[in-house]
């Protein structure tokens, strides 16, 4: 069953901080998903990579996918307090419809 | 306008009782999910209809049975419910394997 580590698990920085969060396999993506998930709410993509070495940017969160399609880093530059919340990558099984999600990383930004 | 809507928010009850989530989505999707998500935050695929028929039965006690009346509509039955069952249970809905829309959770607490 393929299995995705995300590090750190928790995350609390300050105000204009910047971070790194990552998500790595033991087997090879097809592609690899990035979710938001804010206390109460159901979980929000961010961004989806498909090709190794492709980076994505969405305002201050870069996203990227290894050479070899086993991780990805999310990158957050200057990092605010709205961008608390739960982060989790997510692949979907080849040929199903199964999603499977990784461990987590729970972010604090202070003001 | 919610895309993705389950009722109840909460849900407490004891120990044995049979309880059921609703859940329904005015997205027009043709796939829908349910999910829990444990204390630890961690997000597993318990079902997936697509067109109403049932696609994904992950290992999950036969106490629960989802039913999907209709391609907008996935319901969760739970029977005998135990403490183990409490959870946070996420509804889901996607176009085939295009980005999945969550719904805002059932928090369910046995005691």
């Known amino acids: 069953t393929q299995l995705l580590e995300q590090s750190p698990q928790f995350l609390s920085i300050q105000e204009g901080e910047n971070l790194t969060v990552y998500c790595n396999s033991s087997?090879?993506?097809?592609?690899l998903q990035w979710y938001r998930q804010e206390p109460g709410e159901g979980p929000v993509l961010l961004v989806t990579v498909v090709t190794g070495g492709e980076v994505k940017k969405l305002k201050r969160l870069t996203f990227q996918f290894g050479d070899a399609r086993k991780d990805s880093s999310l990158h957050i530059t200057a990092a605010q307090p709205g961008d608390t919340g739960l982060y989790l990558c997510?692949?979907?099984?080849?040929?199903?419809?199964?999603?499977?999600f990784g461990t987590g990383t729970r972010l604090k930004v202070l003001a | 306008d919610t895309a993705v809507s389950q009722t109840p928010k909460y849900l407490v009850t004891q120990m044995g009782n049979d309880k059921s989530i609703k859940c329904e989505q005015n997205l027009g999707h043709d796939t829908m999910y349910w999910y829990k998500q444990d204390s630890k935050k961690f997000l597993k695929i318990m079902f997936s209809?697509?067109?109403?028929?049932?696609?994904i039965n992950e290992t999950v006690p036969n106490r629960f049975s989802p039913k999907s009346p209709d391609k907008a509509h996935l319901n969760l039955h739970i029977n005998s419910l135990e403490l183990g069952d409490s959870a946070v249970y996420f509804c889901?809905?996607?176009?085939?394997?295009?980005?999945?829309?969550f719904g805002p959770g059932t928090r369910l607490t046995v005691l």
């Open positions: 087997s090879v993506f097809s592609s």
């Open positions: 209809y697509n067109n109403k028929e049932l696609i």
């Open positions: 997510a692949e979907i099984s080849s040929g199903t419809y199964k999603y499977i």
């Open positions: 889901a809905s996607s176009q085939s394997k295009d980005t999945q829309y």
